[in-house]
């Protein structure tokens, strides 16, 4: 069933988006900056998030952009986004991100940039009616929270993010995957996924590994609960000029 959208002081009902009018972005860079003695594991978690972004969405998306290696660049990313919003046949492009990420700061494969300057650099190259197509930003990245203003301030509808360091990718990003291509709202979608550990054993499991290994603050920071900031009532076939500031629901 489509939203309700108002046009005017006529209320219309938006016709719900199939795959061919949708595309996803997906970025991908953790190894890299990653200590010599956890390379090996990051390369597979890399590995992992590219074969499982695409094993639940491939059905719901007419193509995938990944970015990985040194194509995962900001300035790849914003011409990734800007290429996919121009095609004239694509209503919504979504953003799925696999980096490494502090408070207010996003890794690239050329080091960490501010959120603020990500917003910057997607705004420079997109025109408003390509934000406009701009829908979901979805991140594992640590402290996603913290991004998640800047991922709207892009352009972007909603966006989700962890609280602290992420360490529960294993089994939640599954849960979020399979929610929203299923279908779910956002925010149902990210409450599958941070009901996927609910006794928290991998949040544990990742602070007693910082703690061994002299990292107490760290140890302190983990936290892979997801917020959602923006349209969190948006689900997949939803249109995202819909649902911009004018639009019901907001």
């Given at each position: 069933?489509?939203?309700?959208a108002?046009?005017?002081h006529?209320l219309r009902?938006?016709?719900?988006?199939?795959p061919?009018?949708?595309?996803?972005?997906?970025l991908?860079t953790?190894?890299s900056?990653?200590?010599a003695?956890?390379?090996?594991?990051?390369r597979?978690?890399e590995?992992?998030?590219?074969?499982?972004?695409?094993?639940y969405?491939?059905?719901?998306?007419?193509?995938?952009t990944?970015l990985?290696?040194?194509?995962?660049t900001?300035?790849g990313?914003?011409g990734?986004?800007a290429?996919?919003s121009?095609?004239p046949?694509?209503?919504?492009?979504?953003?799925?991100?696999?980096?490494?990420?502090?408070?207010?700061?996003?890794?690239?494969?050329?080091g960490?940039?501010?959120?603020?300057?990500?917003?910057?650099?997607?705004?420079?190259r997109?025109?408003?009616?390509?934000?406009?197509?701009l829908?979901?930003?979805?991140s594992?990245?640590?402290?996603?929270?913290?991004?998640?203003?800047?991922?709207l301030?892009?352009?972007?509808?909603v966006?989700?993010g962890?609280?602290?360091i992420?360490?529960?990718?294993?089994?939640?990003?599954?849960?979020?995957l399979?929610g929203?291509?299923?279908?779910?709202?956002?925010?149902?979608?990210?409450?599958?996924?941070?009901a996927?550990?609910r006794?928290?054993?991998?949040?544990?499991?990742?602070?007693?590994?910082?703690r061994?290994?002299?990292?107490?603050?760290?140890?302190?920071?983990?936290?892979?609960?997801?917020?959602?900031?923006?349209?969190?009532?948006m689900?997949?076939?939803?249109d995202?000029?819909?649902w911009?500031?004018?639009s019901?629901?907001a």
């Amino acid at each position: 069933m489509g939203s309700v959208a108002i046009v005017g002081h006529v209320l219309r009902r938006a016709e719900p988006l199939d795959p061919a009018q949708r595309v996803l972005v997906q970025l991908v860079t953790l190894a890299s900056s990653a200590p010599a003695r956890e390379r090996v594991v990051y390369r597979s978690i890399e590995r992992g998030a590219e074969l499982m972004g695409w094993r639940y969405l491939r059905r719901e998306y007419r193509t995938r952009t990944l970015l990985h290696g040194p194509q995962a660049t900001l300035d790849g990313l914003a011409g990734a986004l800007a290429a996919a919003s121009a095609e004239p046949d694509v209503a919504a492009v979504d953003l799925l991100v696999n980096p490494h990420g502090t408070s207010a700061k996003v890794w690239f494969a050329d080091g960490f940039v501010d959120s603020h300057e990500v917003c910057t650099a997607i705004r420079d190259r997109l025109d408003p009616q390509q934000r406009r197509r701009l829908r979901a930003a979805f991140s594992t990245a640590c402290y996603g929270m913290s991004h998640t203003d800047a991922w709207l301030r892009s352009g972007f509808a909603v966006a989700v993010g962890s609280r602290g360091i992420y360490a529960d990718g294993i089994t939640s990003l599954p849960r979020l995957l399979h929610g929203w291509s299923s279908g779910a709202t956002v925010e149902a979608a990210v409450a599958e996924a941070n009901a996927a550990d609910r006794r928290r054993w991998q949040d544990a499991a990742a602070a007693h590994y910082y703690r061994r290994t002299g990292r107490e603050a760290e140890s302190r920071a983990v936290d892979s609960e997801r917020v959602v900031d923006g349209a969190r009532s948006m689900v997949i076939s939803t249109d995202p000029a819909q649902w911009r500031p004018g639009s019901l629901p907001a």
